[in-house]
């Protein structure tokens, strides 16, 4: 299998996929599917040995996360990935704010590498295992 | 007989539509139908029906778990643990009513808090450039009724305010633009080919992060200046095209977003978007509008500057006087900082929607989410309070975008014994004045404000 990298400029913002289904809960099956996704260009899919709708993982300069690498649902241009505002976003997100207080939630760096074989954790796996409470259980 | 409820706002995005019709059954607890809302509003109000909403507070207990606890309990825990803070930070009413957050002013000056709100995560960047540069602003309704160029840049109202094109900006049919969409010109800007893009006439593709060079390339163009051949990857003939559009427009609308907000640049983007308006009312009518995220999260904008005199990031700790430095006093700095010692989450989601690691960072302190639902704030809190859901249960006043203000309405009776935002806040003020043997001072634009009549918390 080709194991290699690409680095990509990451941008997260809202779609509405990911707007209704967090109106149904941010447990609910639906909200995991409209935000597990990292939409990317299929050229850059092919440069990293990525195939469509398969795993990979996604590492910034603050943490990595493991999604589902699609092809965009609205145009992407090579050099460029998104992923859906939400729990697994800001897995990667960087907090430095320019002393504004926002923090980087759209142009930073981020090397996207495939991972057929690794889960893609649940919400409050993440959440609640980034801050020591996760105990198992719902998956 | 289900009752028909016309004339609804819908307390989601930053439209903050009025003109929702909901089917509410006959004993008022159910929400049967949704007419004229977005899938966003529809679902929104079907999840109050959830018969698994919390209905009273729960605590954390050593073992992790979640216990039920009563009301006052929870109350007195709110009360103590913001006291006991150096600095407590209150973040959140994304999804709240100004009532509330007038209500939550009391008990942030009174323990001494940072009161700070979502904006901090959103739009903060642009309250930055407002006040550099001024806001060339006006109504939904005027850029209904006058618009005919409409610019959207950095932003993607198909997906994040799914009525907007339809009800005030590209379809509408107002006094000077009666031929609707016929008539609009619709440019938009955006890294990507979005759903917003698709609909534009113009869709000018820049490289992500140049919003700044495109904004300075069209101030220069419409100087009258050269330009190199390729600006943010624009070509040199796209950018004069689209002035020219913009320039000849009878009234240019300039909607923009997170696009701008959230990347390299902040504030100086929207500063060059600012003067790129001014500029443009040398030449004809222009005005500029920020693409606001919730139906209310304008209402803290203004009540907390009635209050303090800034929208955001007020720093109260100080006891005299408040204090704002977005960067210094702003949730997510003081956060990675370890600078407050108590985080207060209300009507908002800071552990789905923060960085991950300054949710790590606020961890470490007393953790208290106060919303109506579960959700991840909620699922990590020492203690989480549900309260009514404004725009469901409870009514209130709310700003939209434009900030004008609007009464939304209740549609259906609040779970027994669940308070509002407001009524916990004042219970919570009420208690830390007893603790502290000080006298409540109930200073209210309204005086039916000063002990709310329902008696939902005993």
Same mark, same amino acid.
């Given at each position: $299998? ?32 409209? &935000?597990?996704? &990292?939409? $990317?260009?299929?050229?850059? $899919? ?15 300069? &603050? ?12 145009? &992407? ?47 409050l796996?993440?959440v609640q295992g980034?801050v020591g409470l996760w105990q198992g259980g719902k998956? | ?9 819908? %307390? ?46 729960r605590r954390r207990q050593p073992d992790g778990s979640m216990k ?19 600095? %407590?930070? =209150? ?42 540069? *001024? ?5 939904? @309704?005027?850029?209904? /009724? ?7 840049? @950095? ?10 094109? +339809?009800?005030? +900006? ?20 955006? %890294? ?49 095209? +689209?002035?020219?559009?913009?320039? /000849? ?9 997170? *696009? ?56 109260? +700790? ?6 704002? /430095? ?37 961890k470490?302190?007393?953790f ?11 699922e990590i809190s020492d203690l989480h ?18 900030? =004008? %203000?609007?009464?939304?309405?209740? =549609? ?47």
């Amino acid at each position: $299998m080709n194991m290699a990298k690409i680095h990509l400029n990451m941008i997260t913002q809202r779609s509405i996929e990911e707007g209704a289904a967090m109106e149904q809960g941010k447990t609910n099956p639906n909200y995991f599917i409209a &935000c597990t996704v &990292c939409e $990317m260009n299929p050229e850059d $899919m092919k440069k990293a040995g990525i195939w469509k709708n398969t795993n990979v993982k996604v590492t910034s300069e &603050c943490g990595t996360v493991i999604v589902k690498a699609i092809e965009p649902t609205q145009y &992407c241009p090579p050099g460029l990935a998104h992923i859906r505002q939400g729990v697994w976003a800001n897995q990667v997100v960087p907090p430095r704010t320019q002393s504004t207080g926002t923090p980087q939630y759209s142009g930073f760096p981020v090397t996207i590498e495939s991972a057929p074989s690794e889960r893609i954790k649940t919400a409050l796996e993440l959440v609640q295992g980034a801050v020591g409470l996760w105990q198992g259980g719902k998956i | 007989m289900p009752k028909l409820i016309k004339g609804v706002g819908c %307390p989601y995005c930053g439209s903050s539509c009025d003109d929702i019709e909901v089917l509410v059954s006959d004993d008022e607890t159910k929400i049967l139908e949704v007419h004229n809302a977005c899938i966003i509003g529809t679902n929104l109000f079907h999840h109050a029906n959830d018969p698994t909403r919390p209905r009273l507070p729960r605590r954390r207990q050593p073992d992790g778990s979640m216990k039920e606890i009563p009301y006052d309990e929870a109350i007195d825990y709110m009360a103590k643990t913001m006291l006991a803070a150096k600095k %407590p930070l =209150v973040y959140g009413f994304g999804s709240t009513n100004c009532e509330g957050m007038s209500a939550v002013a009391r008990i942030a000056e009174k323990s001494g808090a940072v009161l700070d709100n979502c904006a901090t995560i959103c739009h903060g960047p642009s309250f930055l450039a407002i006040f550099d540069n *001024g806001y060339p602003s006006c109504t939904l @309704g005027e850029a209904k /009724n006058r618009a005919d160029v409409v610019v959207f840049w @950095g932003c993607n109202p198909m997906h994040a305010h799914p009525r907007h094109t +339809s009800r005030y +900006s590209i379809f509408p049919r107002g006094y000077f633009t009666q031929k609707g969409q016929m008539q609009r010109t619709v440019l938009c800007v955006d %890294p990507r080919e979005t759903d917003t893009a698709k609909l534009a006439d113009h869709h000018l593709m820049l490289d992500q992060g140049h919003d700044y060079e495109l904004f300075d390339a069209f101030r220069t163009v419409l100087r009258g200046f050269e330009i190199p051949d390729v600006v943010a990857g624009i070509p040199k003939e796209t950018i004069k095209k +689209s002035v020219e559009i913009m320039k /000849n427009a009878k009234f240019c609308m300039i909607f923009f977003g997170m *696009g701008c907000t959230h990347t390299d640049g902040r504030n100086h983007n929207i500063d060059a978007a600012i003067s790129l308006t001014r500029d443009l009312n040398t030449h004809t009518k222009a005005s500029i509008m920020a693409m606001r995220g919730h139906y209310n999260i304008a209402g803290p904008g203004q009540v907390w500057a009635w209050q303090f005199g800034f929208p955001y990031c007020i720093d109260l +700790s100080k006891g005299t006087h408040a204090h704002m /430095n977005p960067g210094e006093t702003s949730s997510v700095d003081l956060a990675m900082r370890d600078e407050v010692d108590c985080f207060v989450n209300v009507g908002a989601d800071a552990g789905a929607h923060f960085p991950i690691q300054p949710v790590q960072h606020l961890k470490k302190h007393p953790f208290i989410t106060v919303d109506p639902n579960f959700n991840m704030a909620s699922e990590i809190s020492d203690l989480h309070i549900p309260v009514r859901i404004a725009g469901v249960d409870e009514p209130g006043v709310v700003y939209r975008m434009d900030n =004008v %203000p609007i009464q939304f309405r209740a =549609v259906i009776k609040g779970l027994p014994g669940v308070p509002s935002d407001e009524e916990l806040f004042n219970k919570v003020y009420e208690r830390m004045c007893e603790l502290t043997k000080t006298e409540p001072i109930w200073l209210a634009a309204k005086e039916d404000r000063r002990y709310p009549e329902s008696e939902a918390v005993i």
